[in-house]
């Protein structure tokens, strides 16, 4: 059975995979492997044992993403991010491109989709990968404040700055 094949796999993780997927695990969201190593860094501060390197952490994700007990998700930049999974399970993200914060969707709204190219091309899908990009919620309000008082509100931040310098 395949899932018994993973779950072994998954038991013969090298040291510094278990670390890394630990890690992950007890992240808020999901972080890149930059993140995650600078992460483990300062909790390893703690501790005596030594946080892997930047390497390890990299190629941990890597073997941890084949396995599929990880999700990596690019967000736009040069950097894909890294979430810890279910086995089985897969995720997607609403990306906010200005402020940069993730929301994770509840469900996937690709199955009736796949259903239907299936349908239509003979094509059976075995894996997708969607992220959405936009503006979140806080941003979309923020930016609408800013333009009802943009014609009202006075230059603010000089009066601040020159308080400021008095001291
Ligand atoms: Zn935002
Ligand atoms: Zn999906």
Redesign the pocket.
Known sequence: MLESKLVGTRKNLPKGAKAVLAALKQAPEMLSARDLCFRMKLTKLASDSAAPGLTTVYRSLELLTRLGLVQAVSVGDAEKRYEAIEEGEHSHHLI?K????NIKMKDCLLSSIEEIILREHGFSVSEHLLELFG??R??TVAASTIAANKDTAPAKTIKLERKGDLK
């Open positions: 906010c200005v402020c940069n914060s503006t979140c806080t941003c």
